[in-house]
């Protein structure tokens, strides 16, 4: 089975600062781990994934993740915080099998001070 | 190419009514995600359907039903509405292929339920 846990419901950064937003799974298979960001009463946007391919992965808007295995992690960084970058983030696990099923974190609310 | 479409935006029904969501996939896209997004509860999985089979099911009461019409476009179906349903409804879909590829969301129906 797989499970996501995002640590920190809530991140508070002063804009201009690195961005650190963590999740840690956990699985029995070779993971692929997704962010999505969720503006205010929008659906979900994929910022970034990864498929086994290279370890750093850079997504969108300046965000990029760093696959650990052994760590089981798939953390979220950005160097300079924005404040349009205030949202809902949302980290998820699969597996290359035949289901194509999502397993999400609970999220993590960015809120960016000026 | 057209994203995923939801409609309508908003909807408000009366408790005890029944309330219909549709979703169109992206052109391609064979499988349809459903998920509610209630306040402070992150993302619950509802129904997931593929092929116009339904695949798998979030543990909801049985008064959350679907279906998948050949074009794959799909319905969600809410009877015997409850005040607590009230919630963003989000859709996703994605390619009949196992693994990385990921979801493409709607930009959600916000159900109220006065």
């Known amino acids: 089975a797989q499970s996501v846990t995002q640590l920190g419901s809530h991140v508070s950064v002063s804009e201009g600062a690195l961005v650190l937003l963590r999740c840690n799974y956990s699985?029995?298979?070779?993971?692929?781990l997704f962010w999505y960001v969720q503006y205010p009463n929008q659906g979900l946007q994929l910022l970034l994934k990864y498929t086994s391919a290279a370890t750093l992965v850079k997504g969108i808007n300046g965000f990029e993740a760093e696959f650990k295995k052994s760590e089981t992690s798939f953390h979220l960084t950005k160097p300079s915080a924005h404040m349009s970058d205030a949202a809902e983030y949302f980290c998820a696990v699969t597996h290359a099998g035949n289901n194509r099923k999502l397993i999400w974190g609970l999220g993590t609310s960015l809120a960016v001070n000026p | 190419e057209a994203g995923v479409t939801q409609s309508p935006t908003h909807l408000i029904k009366t408790r005890g009514q029944q309330a219909t969501l549709r979703c169109s996939p992206i052109s391609g896209h064979t499988s349809v995600y459903w998920y509610q997004q209630a306040l402070g509860l992150g993302l619950q999985f509802l129904l997931w359907y593929d092929e116009g089979e339904e695949r798998n099911r979030g543990n909801f009461p049985p008064r959350f039903s679907g279906r998948q019409f050949p074009n794959y476009s799909s319905e969600l179906n809410v009877n015997a509405l409850e005040l607590e349903d009230s919630a963003l409804y989000l859709c996703a879909s994605s390619l009949n292929q196992p693994g990385g590829y990921g979801y493409t969301f709607g930009s959600g129906t916000r159900l109220t339920v006065v």
């Open positions: 699985s029995s298979v070779p993971p692929y």
